[in-house]
């Protein structure tokens, strides 16, 4: 069932949970996420990064795949077509396109800007019952061409942008996007804690989902966190079960060069992937 966050969001900050954003990029993993999500009778959020939805064709061309998939494999368990890191002018052009949720990332802007900008997003939204995301202190990492360096939010800033109500507020406190070096400092639960005080009942989202241990994600969720992304987790292992199966040389026997044959494995490691990170979050029979 297509919803908006709305109600997930708020569900997860009551339950003391949090819901699995994970970001897509084709058919496999639309798939792959909606039947976990069903099997494991959990709400979910499909990311759409700016990139993938170029590279699936386009905005209207990710809804009909999400729409018709969800139809056609009876999906009841509620699912948000969330934009991921959505610039301005994408953060439109996702919402005409049919999205149910969008990130506005304005966290490269000065906070008055990020404010100004951010408003306009939330109007335009409020108007079709779609919910915003929106980000102060960039996520550290690489993420479509988007650097960021890893700031810790400012919690007096936090709050400006929560006030002008947002459904979900992301907030850097350093985490950052794919794998984490070495040398991590781990999460600042300090900041964490004070963005919770001054935002309330705010569902915070922890970005760069990716890598970082159980006991740091359980205490982020105690700490108001109710959406985790997760994006390159998946990748991995979709690339090492695709490297397995081809490296074992299964391409190469009977009709092993189907691509349905080839890209089996990974579909299936992206399913026990979502499946680890949604026990994990706790949003197993929370549909
Ligand atoms: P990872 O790729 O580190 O899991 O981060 C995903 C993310 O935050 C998408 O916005």
Redesign the pocket.
């Known amino acids: 069932m297509l919803v908006s966050a709305k109600k997930m969001m708020a569900d997860a900050v009551k339950g003391k949970y949090a819901v699995g954003?994970f970001?897509i990029n084709n058919l496999e993993w639309t798939k792959a996420i909606l039947l976990t999500a069903q099997e494991n009778n959990s709400p979910v959020m499909l990311?759409v990064?700016e990139g993938a939805g170029k590279y699936m064709g386009g905005y209207r061309a990710v809804v009909g795949l999400v729409k018709g998939m969800i139809e056609d494999l009876s999906i009841t368990v509620p699912v948000a077509i969330h934009l991921?890191?959505g610039s301005y002018e994408g953060a439109k052009k996702a919402m005409e396109a049919g999205f149910s949720s969008v990130m506005f990332d304005g966290s490269h802007y000065d906070i008055d800007e990020n404010i100004e900008k951010t408003k306009e997003i939330i109007a335009i939204a409020r108007a079709q019952g779609i919910t915003v995301e929106a980000e102060v202190g960039a996520?550290g990492?690489e993420?479509d061409g988007v650097v960021g360096a890893g700031e810790l939010a400012d919690p007096q800033e936090c709050k400006k942008i929560a006030d002008l109500g947002v459904e979900m507020l992301a907030a850097g406190i350093g985490n950052?996007?794919?794998k984490y070096p070495a040398n991590w400092n781990g999460l600042d639960f300090g900041i964490l804690a004070e963005i919770k005080k001054l935002t309330g009942d705010m569902p915070l989202v922890l970005?760069?989902?990716?890598?970082i241990p159980v006991d740091m994600i359980k205490e982020a969720i105690s700490l108001g966190v109710a959406k985790i992304?997760?994006?390159?987790?998946c990748q991995l292992s979709f690339a090492a079960a695709t490297r397995k199966y081809i490296e074992e040389g299964k391409d190469l026997v009977g009709k092993g060069y189907d691509p349905r044959k080839i890209l089996g494995p990974g579909f299936e490691a992206i399913k026990a992937t979502v499946k680890e990170k949604m026990e994990i979050f706790g949003s197993v029979n929370k549909a």
């Not at 970005?207 to 890598?211: A, R």
């Not at 992304?229 to 987790?233: F, G, R, W, Y």
């Open positions: 954003h970001n990311g990064s991921d890191h996520i990492g993420e950052i996007h794919g970005h760069g989902g990716t890598g992304n997760v994006n390159t987790e």
